[in-house]
């Protein structure tokens, strides 16, 4: 007997997610191998925050597990602006990179995901990365159990990465950073460079990088925009959609908003 298929909403960028009896099922592409070999490495560890790859299916679909719990979906939960929830998931993302440590993906897997070379876009920061990092930390992409983080899913974007590229991510989606207009309605108003101090916080930041951490963001921000129009351009599909939705001008407005904040972010980091 075979499961019934329920399709599961969630991100912008993957069509076709579906859920099968405790398994998901999700479209293979150029970073499937990283991120198989990413998930098995999390499950040697020991580590219960992600999904077991259990395969491909006969319609060539990657075969996860499913993780029961809350995760957040449109219109986003009051809850996202819990400082609670934020702590958990910030010790989550830790305990991930510390069991990322020892893991040495090979040069194929590495190159499939490697950011194009794009006219014009700024040379990333120059630190050497310190392990593979989720990177896509999105509320889509966080399940929490008993108003904890308890794993995090979607691991298409994982890719070498600082810890300082790490927590950027958190803070870019939690703190969050951007202006209040393009924040969903609970991060409204929040104070996001208090909820940056939580984060680095939680997540054991050492001082040298919270010093880099609104530096890396900036650049990483100034980066994003080349990258996103060329994957726009290149990959199509759900990258499209996010660009004439306005995604290159929501870019343009999160780089003054972090250049506007840059003092009191730092203050906050101490
Ligand atoms: N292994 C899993 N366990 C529990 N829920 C899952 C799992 N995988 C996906 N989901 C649910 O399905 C939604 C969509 O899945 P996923 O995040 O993998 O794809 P996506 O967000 O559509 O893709 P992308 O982020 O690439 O745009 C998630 O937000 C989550 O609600
Ligand atoms: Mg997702």
Known sequence: MTSPETPLPGGDVTDGIVRVGDTVRRPLGPHSPLVHAVLGHLERQGFDGAPRFLGVDDQGREILSFIEGEVAGRPHPAWLADEHRLVSLARLVRRLDDAMAGFAPSSAMLEAVAAPDIPGMPAAPEAEPEFVGHLDITPENVVFRDGKAAALIDFDLAKPATRVDEVFNLCLWWAPFGPDEDRSEPLRGVDSAARTRLIADAYGLAAVDRARL?????????????????????????????????????????????????????????
């Open 214 to 270: 609104v530096p890396t963001a900036i650049r990483r921000t100034e980066r994003s925009w080349f990258l996103m129009k060329y994957r726009a351009e290149h990959d199509g599909g759900g990258w499209l959609r996010m660009w004439r939705d306005g995604a290159g001008e929501r870019i343009r407005r999160r780089l003054a908003w972090l250049e506007a904040e840059r003092g009191r972010l730092a203050g906050a980091l101490g």
